[in-house]
Nanobody
């Protein structure tokens, strides 16, 4: 499975940005697709996720009400729509794909990450 993120960049406080992650490989619709972010010196933080076949959409409390996520109709794409952004949203955003069986990770893949900077 390969994951390619796009849409990052510089945005002013209060602005909006959409990240896109395109997944390629066999059986993508069976994977959980997730967004995580990381700032220097900090652990990677889970942001949002969409379950297999587009079910079970969840967003972290830290961004709830500002960020939404969705999967494309082909199930191969996950979007992260970010609004009312603040400097705390600055970081490298990673796309992640997990295939789980019985609650255990069977396979996990990561994108290379894309930089998002919120600054005036």
């Amino acid at each position: 499975v390969q994951l390619v993120e796009s849409g990052g960049g510089l945005v002013q406080p209060g602005g909006s940005l959409r990240l896109t992650c395109v997944a390629s490989g066999y059986g993508i619709s069976r994977y959980h697709l997730r967004w995580l972010r990381q700032t220097p010196g900090q652990e990677r933080e889970w942001v949002a996720a969409v379950g297999p076949d587009g079910r079970d959409v969840t967003v972290a409390d830290s961004v709830k009400g500002r960020f939404t996520t969705s999967r494309g109709g082909d199930m191969n794409t996950i979007y992260l729509d970010m609004q009312a952004m603040n400097v705390g949203d600055t970081g490298t955003y990673f796309c992640n794909a997990v295939l789980a069986r019985g609650g255990e990770k069977v396979f996990e893949f990561w994108g290379q990450g894309i930089q998002v900077t919120v600054s005036s």
